[in-house]
């Protein structure tokens, strides 16, 4: 009878086995810019990426994770929040950045200080009023965790972590975070419709916003000045800071606008709390300088009419499974 | 403890820098080139060598190699063994390797501490800021590479210069003359 039991429950575990999401391009998306062939796709190694996404072990006080400020209902940025939050309620000097479709792009950060997405966390990992801490104490404490040792073993083979094989896993969890499902990508694939306003939308949205906000991603990964006044209080130049090029002055990343509908507030420092407010500044508030884009020397005209099919259609950006897909959530992690 | 000749004293804390790219040469012809060619060395107070395995089977009369780490092999993501990110030579703000590290004190430095820290790197133009140097080489059986560190410290004007911790113009002139100092004993 006892043999019986034992059976039957081990049964049950392996039904709870966590359902890891892999990777995959989108038909008719761009060839990934991340390359794969330096870190080849496994289930284990996503798994570990998740674990540690998920883990507030990467800050100094263990009480935040890269979820707290990249949550999954908000398309994995930091909701309701103009500037970001870290240990101790400290508060940094930008918006975070939603989270998805990471293998297209080149660069991260606002300013582009990040080549490459497997090094991208070391940054918030080290910031002060981020998670505070620095590799080689997250990789100790690592070490130290029996739990970590397995996963690390089943994803590469050796149990020990190193500052690659961590870094490597939290990339391949990030790169599985694709998000090509909105009501947009099911009308480009002719499964559905838009309606006629999304429609009016969509044409505007291409006669005035896709120059930077290039489909299908929605952002051309490359860095503009758009137009936004300087906050003095911040004094934030952007990718001037990385480049020292008087020629990047006030150009910060052009982020992608798909689920642009749970992203809010937006811009590097997270002044607008709504779409309305964005579309108002394109249209009456562009502050003129030096490294000012042709597409925006001469306002945008958009009649009140037309900026709320612009918003009709920026909201078919949504992508709800993406938002709810259990693959990316937090459950069953252990 | 380094007294320089010009009255400055000077005690090091922590001295790293990357070595890459190893060739050897005979009549100016390339015969070998190291594969994955990336050394930290990092010097203590027990151990102020590192020793390199180069093949004996060539005539060579000259080596060449890198002060730090090139522009491609900065953003081709992480990477493991010498260049983890672990090693304490990898810019976490911003990304790109550390190519030269000296840290600690001298009598000139202005704060009260009198600390200096000097961060040389940089993977972008015009602060890419890798050096490659070439020495002749006489007798094969043993090489011996020194860094003459007196050389570059009675280079640095300490009253002016106490910090350099991002790629610039700076780090760009230090690096080339970090580069002078390698010399064959």
Same mark, same amino acid.
């Given at each position: *009878?006892?043999?019986?039991?034992?059976?039957?429950?081990?049964?049950?575990?392996?039904?709870?086995?966590?359902?890891?999401?892999?990777?995959?391009?989108?038909?008719?998306?761009?060839?990934?810019?991340?390359?794969?062939?330096?870190?080849?796709?496994?289930?284990?190694?996503?798994?570990?990426?998740?674990?540690?996404?998920?883990?507030?072990?990467?800050?100094?006080?263990?009480?935040?994770?890269?979820?707290?400020?990249?949550?999954?209902?908000?398309?994995?940025?930091?909701?309701?929040?103009?500037?970001?939050?870290?240990?101790?309620?400290?508060?940094?000097?930008?918006?975070?950045?939603?989270? *998805?479709?990471?293998?297209?792009?080149?660069?991260? *950060?606002?300013?582009?200080?990040?080549?490459?997405?497997?090094?991208?966390?070391?940054?918030?990992?080290?910031?002060?009023?981020?998670?505070?801490?620095?590799?080689?104490?997250?990789?100790?404490?690592?070490?130290?965790? $029996?739990?970590?040792?397995?996963?690390? $073993?089943?994803?590469?083979?050796?149990?020990?972590?190193?500052?690659?094989?961590?870094? $490597?896993?939290?990339?391949?969890?990030?790169?599985?975070?694709?998000?090509?499902?909105?009501?947009?990508?099911?009308?480009?694939?002719?499964?559905?419709?838009?309606?006629?306003?999304?429609?009016?939308?969509?044409?505007?949205?291409?006669?005035?916003?896709?120059?930077?906000?290039?489909?299908?991603?929605?952002?051309?990964?490359?860095?503009?000045?758009?137009?936004?006044?300087?906050?003095?209080?911040?004094?934030?130049?952007?990718?001037?800071?990385?480049?020292?090029?008087?020629?990047?002055?006030?150009?910060?990343?052009?982020?992608?606008?798909?689920?642009?509908?749970?992203?809010?507030?937006?811009?590097?420092?997270?002044?607008?709390?709504?779409?309305?407010?964005?579309?108002?500044?394109?249209?009456?508030?562009?502050?003129?300088?030096?490294?000012?884009?042709?597409?925006?020397? $001469?306002?945008?005209?958009?009649?009140?009419?037309?900026?709320?099919?612009?918003?009709?259609?920026?909201?078919?950006?949504?992508?709800?499974?993406?938002?709810?897909?259990?693959?990316?959530?937090?459950?069953?992690?252990? | 403890?380094?007294?320089?000749?010009?009255?400055?004293?000077?005690?090091?804390?922590?001295?790293? @820098?990357?070595?890459?790219?190893?060739?050897?040469?005979?009549?100016?012809?390339?015969?070998?080139?190291?594969?994955?060619? @990336?050394?930290?060395?990092?010097?203590?107070?027990?151990?102020?060598?590192?020793?390199?395995?180069?093949?004996?089977?060539?005539?060579?009369?000259?080596?060449?190699?890198?002060?730090?780490?090139?522009?491609?092999?900065?953003?081709?993501?992480?990477?493991?063994?010498?260049?983890?990110?672990?090693?304490?030579?990898?810019?976490?703000?911003?990304?790109?390797?550390?190519?030269?590290?000296?840290?600690?004190?001298?009598?000139?430095?202005?704060?009260?501490?009198?600390?200096?820290?000097?961060?040389?790197?940089?993977?972008?133009?015009?602060?890419?800021?890798?050096?490659?140097?070439?020495?002749?080489?006489?007798?094969?059986?043993?090489?011996?590479?020194?860094?003459?560190?007196?050389?570059?410290?009675?280079?640095?004007? @300490?009253?002016?210069?106490?910090?350099?911790?991002?790629?610039?113009?700076?780090?760009?002139?230090?690096?080339?003359?970090?580069?002078?100092?390698?010399?064959?004993?």
């Amino acid at each position: *009878m006892k043999r019986v039991i034992i059976i039957f429950i081990a049964f049950l575990f392996f039904a709870f086995v966590v359902e890891v999401p892999i990777f995959f391009t989108p038909k008719k998306w761009p060839k990934p810019t991340y390359n794969f062939l330096k870190n080849p796709i496994s289930k284990e190694k996503i798994l570990l990426g998740k674990i540690l996404f998920y883990d507030p072990i990467l800050s100094k006080d263990n009480t935040i994770s890269c979820a707290s400020c990249h949550s999954q209902y908000s398309a994995f940025t930091h909701i309701d929040h103009a500037l970001s939050h870290g240990i101790h309620d400290s508060i940094g000097t930008r918006n975070s950045p939603a989270l *998805m479709n990471l293998a297209w792009q080149k660069t991260f *950060m606002w300013d582009g200080a990040i080549n490459n997405l497997d090094v991208q966390a070391l940054a918030p990992i080290s910031h002060p009023s981020e998670m505070g801490s620095n590799i080689n104490e997250v990789i100790k404490k690592i070490n130290a965790l $029996k739990k970590y040792r397995q996963l690390f $073993k089943r994803a590469f083979g050796d149990s020990v972590a190193t500052g690659e094989n961590t870094l $490597k896993s939290i990339s391949q969890f990030l790169l599985t975070i694709i998000s090509a499902n909105a009501k947009y990508d099911k009308v480009m694939r002719k499964e559905q419709t838009f309606t006629p306003q999304e429609e009016n939308g969509y044409k505007l949205f291409k006669k005035n916003c896709s120059v930077c906000h290039t489909e299908p991603l929605f952002t051309n990964n490359e860095f503009a000045n758009n137009g936004i006044s300087l906050d003095t209080k911040l004094n934030d130049y952007g990718k001037y800071k990385i480049s020292k090029q008087s020629t990047d002055s006030l150009k910060f990343k052009i982020p992608t606008l798909r689920n642009i509908e749970f992203t809010f507030p937006y811009m590097h420092d997270g002044r607008f709390k709504k779409l309305s407010e964005v579309l108002n500044h394109y249209t009456s508030s562009i502050k003129a300088s030096k490294t000012l884009p042709k597409e925006l020397q $001469k306002p945008i005209v958009l009649s009140s009419n037309e900026k709320v099919d612009i918003i009709a259609f920026l909201l078919t950006l949504t992508d709800k499974e993406f938002i709810f897909d259990k693959r990316y959530s937090y459950q069953n992690l252990n | 403890m380094y007294h320089l000749p010009n009255g400055n004293t000077v005690s090091i804390e922590i001295l790293k @820098f990357y070595i890459s790219g190893i060739e050897l040469f005979e009549n100016s012809k390339i015969i070998w080139r190291e594969k994955e060619s @990336f050394h930290l060395y990092s010097a203590d107070s027990s151990n102020k060598t590192f020793s390199l395995t180069v093949p004996t089977k060539f005539n060579f009369d000259k080596i060449k190699f890198n002060l730090g780490i090139d522009s491609l092999t900065n953003v081709s993501g992480v990477m493991g063994g010498d260049l983890d990110p672990t090693k304490g030579m990898y810019w976490a703000w911003q990304s790109g390797y550390i190519n030269f590290k000296i840290e600690g004190k001298s009598n000139l430095v202005s704060n009260p501490k009198k600390e200096f820290q000097f961060h040389l790197g940089g993977y972008l133009q015009p602060h890419y800021s890798i050096q490659t140097t070439t020495l002749p080489i006489t007798d094969k059986s043993k090489i011996d590479i020194v860094f003459d560190i007196v050389q570059f410290l009675s280079e640095i004007d @300490f009253s002016k210069q106490n910090h350099i911790m991002s790629p610039s113009i700076k780090a760009l002139e230090f690096s080339q003359l970090a580069i002078k100092c390698f010399k064959v004993k």
